[in-house]
């Protein structure tokens, strides 16, 4: 690695060492607002409590780049010399992400005279809670952008590969909460009550048949159950309970489908049983759906500088999708380590290598002023 990416990964390793979990990312935020103050790179005056919006060049078209800063509430295990002991762990990479963004401000502030318009960057606060894509469009952070890019680094490429694909290529995420509550009585009397946990159980049941029975075969999608509480003994029919879980599909116009489904099961399966039932749905991110125009001129594009190939999607989610939903956007999954057993997204020992930065910084340089030509060509 030359001086400037030594430069970077020392820069990576500082904000490893020190990670902020979702909302809380305020060390971090000043040190990226002093770190572009010192490039002489304009900062945005906003309302967002953690995150920052920066401003290379002027005028239109205006190009959004964005990384996401925050951490996560994981006792990191790897071991590195630059290991983070407070209890939060850089255990999704962003402290990749955010780092590759600012080495790329550095490069294009260098070019500015000759940028084609204005490159805004999100250093997006909140990623993980599906938060932040939301505060950074209240933020006005969407006002007057042609186009938004991003990527996530990726355990399983290596270093200069780049996956990328048009359409879907992360999920739609649901995260869904079903409050139960019958007549709770004796275990020896269920006839004087109405049972919770059969309620229950029967619902969990009949729910495998939204993706078993009424999908198409076509159409991947997941439905999980994962956590249930309900009752406290062996000889009391209990009158509270609830369970929680996620669904995962790829197709934007389906997902009101899915959760209609969902709701009707659960409540015709309460009025069978004779109990009360809350359903809520968390505000959680729509497909990640990249667009059809710009997304082959960026997988071209990025041939240049890296091996570039068609992905399949990822059941995981991404607020990126916030963006996508409201201007064109295009996001890649950038290779970060690649050996054989590397650990996962969001495990303790979770580590990127920093020679993958090079492939992060040029997608974010060489796609901007892409994309910033083929808008000013657009007029
Ligand atoms: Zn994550
Ligand atoms: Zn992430």
């Not at 960026?298 to 989610?317: Q, T, W, Y």
Request: charged fraction near 25%; charge should be negative.
């Amino acid at each position: 690695m030359n001086d400037f990416y030594q430069k970077l990964a020392a820069i990576r390793h500082d904000i490893h060492q020190n990670p902020e979990i979702s909302e809380r990312e305020y060390n971090t935020t000043e040190f990226l607002k002093g770190y572009l103050a010192e490039l002489d790179i304009h900062i945005v005056e906003d309302d967002l409590k953690t995150g920052v919006i920066a401003e290379i060049g002027h005028g239109l078209p205006v190009i959004a780049l964005r990384a996401d800063i925050d951490a996560l509430p994981i006792k990191e295990k790897t071991g590195l010399d630059f290991a983070s002991h407070n209890g939060a762990m850089h255990a999704c990479g962003h402290d990749f992400h955010q780092t590759s963004l600012l080495g790329a401000a550095e490069i294009l502030k260098g070019m500015e005279p000759d940028l084609k318009g204005t490159l805004r960057l999100f250093f997006q606060p909140a990623e993980e809670v599906s938060k932040g894509a939301y505060q950074v469009i209240e933020a006005d952070g969407l006002k007057d952008v042609s186009a938004v890019i991003g990527y996530h680094n990726y355990p399983h490429f290596k270093p200069g590969q780049i996956g990328l694909r048009s359409k879907a290529i992360m999920a739609a995420v649901e995260k869904f909460t079903v409050r139960v509550s019958g007549v709770s009585g004796h275990a020896a009397r269920p006839d004087l009550g109405a049972d919770t946990v059969l309620a229950i159980t029967t619902m969990i049941n009949s729910l495998q048949a939204i993706v078993a029975r009424m999908t198409s075969p076509f159409e991947p999608t997941v439905l999980s159950v994962t956590h249930i509480e309900v009752g406290s003994t062996w000889n009391v029919m209990p009158k509270d309970g609830f369970f929680e879980g996620t669904i995962r599909s790829f197709d934007p116009a389906g997902r009101a489908t899915l959760r209609q489904r969902f709701n009707k099961i659960v409540e015709n399966t309460a009025d069978q049983f004779g109990v009360d039932v809350a359903i809520d749905w968390g505000r959680t991110p729509t497909v990640t759906y990249n667009d059809e125009t710009l997304t082959p001129l960026i997988f071209e594009n990025s041939k240049r500088f890296a091996d570039v190939f068609e992905v399949e999607p990822l059941s995981i989610g991404e607020d990126f999708a916030a963006y996508q939903e409201q201007v064109p956007g295009v996001f890649a999954l950038i290779g970060s380590n690649g050996d054989e057993g590397a650990a996962d997204l969001h495990h303790d020992t979770y580590t990127v290598k920093d020679e993958a930065l090079e492939t992060a910084v040029t997608y974010y340089v060489e796609n901007a002023q892409l994309l910033l030509d083929y808008f000013a060509s657009k007029g």
